[in-house]
T-cell receptor, first 114, second 112 residues
Framework: DTAVSQTPKYLVTQMGNDKSIKCEQNLGHDTMYWYKQDSKKFLKIMFSYNNKELIINETVPNRFSPKSPDKAHLNLHINSLELGDSAVYFC?????????????FGNGTRLTVT | GDSVTQMEGPVTLSEEAFLTINCTYTATGYPSLFWYVQYPGEGLQLLLKATKADDKGSNKGFEATYRKETTSFHLEKGSVQVSDSAVYFCALSAGGAQKLVFGQGTRLTINP
């Protein structure tokens, strides 16, 4: 069974559209994250949720809105897509709030905005 | 703020060569340190970790030692294989920040 699964794996869309990426984890973890990986492989956190509560919101345009219906799911909705949104988006989860607890990552969603 | 700096890639080696990928960090307090590996088309996987000074993390023949005096966590392997070709990320978690701060990644290619 996949621990952290994201859908879709690939997403190609036009500028101005609205799209969503879904993420589910079956590890029983309390915290989930969205990371963005740009074309140079640089990874940066976007959001994290703990038990459905937003705890980290790094300087991300408000066109990006995470939604956590329960602690096993963290979806990412993007409005008015722009060319610069093209990247690979990774969902991840971890056991609890303590530092030193590593993250489990999904396989990524490659978003291409044309 | 907290940051991680890795050696510039790409790194290309022959099979059975010795590998070192340098990683240094800046952080307040005493961070935990990690190495992740990303194989083509996949998400990151934890390779090894160390949570306090002088700890050595190891896995799959890879090792890294937490050096507080030099703020480093260099990744080493004695004899690399073609299957080790991937992108390697150094990361830290500090101050209860509940997030990882990643380095820029180092692409490693091993030729047969």
């Amino acid at each position: 069974d996949t621990a952290v699964s994201q859908t879709p794996k690939y997403l190609v869309t036009q500028m101005g559209n609205d799209k969503s990426i879904k993420c589910e984890q079956n590890l029983g973890h309390d915290t989930m994250y969205w990371y963005k990986q740009d074309s140079k492989k640089f990874l940066k956190i976007m959001f994290s949720y703990n038990n459905k509560e937003l705890i980290i919101n790094e300087t991300v345009p408000n066109r990006f809105s995470p939604k956590s219906p329960d602690k096993a799911h963290l979806n990412l909705h993007i409005n008015s897509l722009e060319l610069g949104d093209s990247a690979v988006y990774f969902c991840a989860s971890s056991q609890d709030r303590q530092r030193g607890i590593p993250l489990h990552f999904g396989n990524g969603t490659r978003l291409t905005v044309t | 703020g907290d940051s991680v700096t890795q050696m510039e890639g790409p790194v290309t080696l022959s099979e059975e060569a010795f590998l070192t990928i340098n990683c240094t960090y800046t952080a307040t307090g005493y961070p935990s340190l990690f190495w992740y590996v990303q194989y083509p088309g996949e998400g990151l996987q934890l390779l090894l970790k160390a949570t306090k000074a002088d700890d050595k993390g190891s896995n799959k023949g890879f090792e890294a030692t937490y050096r507080k005096e030099t703020t480093s966590f260099h990744l080493e392997k004695g004899s690399v294989q073609v299957s080790d070709s991937a992108v390697y990320f150094c990361a830290l978690s500090a101050g209860g920040a509940q997030k990882l701060v990643f380095g820029q990644g180092t692409r490693l290619t091993i030729n047969p």
